[in-house]
């Protein structure tokens, strides 16, 4: 099965400043790529997803994702968070020949005001 | 429904007791998928369901978790004689199709094990 792996477990930024937060995964096949947020007392929902084409991605909120085959990577920016962005993002990988969804363990944002 | 509903919303429950966990997904939903999530991890895939049928269920823990679909739509999710590993709390997502589109998560049911 395919396994997503987040690097960071909490990250602590001043508002203004560049996120970049990291997701590899590790599958060999065709893959379709996800990037869910829950904000505090919210349930999970869906960011951005990657199936196919230009590589870039843009979402919500002015967030994107850089799909790098080569690297099994799957990358969320955003060039300046806010107060708002304070929440926790999950990567996720469903894998074509699959049905089902494998999550990463996530990653803790604090955006400091 | 307007989203996907789970119930109940908080659980507590003695180590050795049965508890069943409710979930009815957004009205037409193809897929349905339950997921474990322990505090300060991802959700950890459980099983899912197309329609009725369970399409895979490999990542129940043991032969204590079980999970039903019988007419399509609401599933319960079954732990017999509860551990206290078991504490977490437990996701019910819905799909329109397969995995490969959105998920629409519930709110999820928050399990005590004591």
């Known amino acids: 099965a395919q396994s997503v792996s987040q690097h960071n477990h909490h990250v602590i930024l001043s508002e203004a400043a560049s996120l970049e937060l990291g997701c590899n995964y590790s599958?060999?096949?065709?893959?379709?790529l996800f990037w869910y947020v829950q904000y505090p007392g919210q349930h999970l929902q869906l960011l951005l997803k990657?199936?196919?084409?230009?590589?870039l991605v843009k979402g919500i909120k002015g967030f994107e994702a850089e799909f790098i085959k080569s690297k099994f990577s799957f990358n969320l920016r955003k060039p300046s968070v806010q107060w708002s962005d304070t929440a926790e993002y999950f990567c996720?990988?469903?894998?074509?020949?699959?049905?089902?969804?494998?999550f990463g363990a996530g990653t803790r944002l604090t955006v400091k005001p | 429904g307007a989203g996907v509903s789970q119930s109940p919303r908080y659980k507590v429950t003695k180590r050795g007791q049965d508890v069943a966990l409710r979930c009815d997904p957004i009205?037409?939903?193809?897929?349905l998928y339950w997921y474990r999530q322990a505090l300060g991890q991802g959700p950890e895939f459980l099983t899912y369901?197309?329609?009725?049928?369970?399409?895979?269920k490999s990542g129940l823990p043991n032969d204590r978790f079980s999970a039903e679909r019988p007419e399509g739509s609401i599933s319960t999710l079954t732990i017999q004689r509860t551990e206290q590993r078991d504490s977490a709390m437990y996701r019910c997502?819905?799909?329109?199709?397969?995995?490969?589109?959105?998920?629409?998560f519930g709110s999820g049911t928050q399990l005590s094990v004591l």
């Open positions: 997502a819905s799909s329109p199709g397969r995995a490969n589109e959105k998920l629409f």
């Open positions: 599958y060999g096949g065709t893959v379709n």
């Open positions: 990657y199936f196919s084409g230009d590589p």
């Open positions: 996720a990988v469903n894998a074509l020949d699959r049905d089902d969804m494998r």
């Open positions: 009205s037409g939903h193809v897929s």
């Open positions: 369901f197309n329609y009725e049928a369970q399409q895979d």
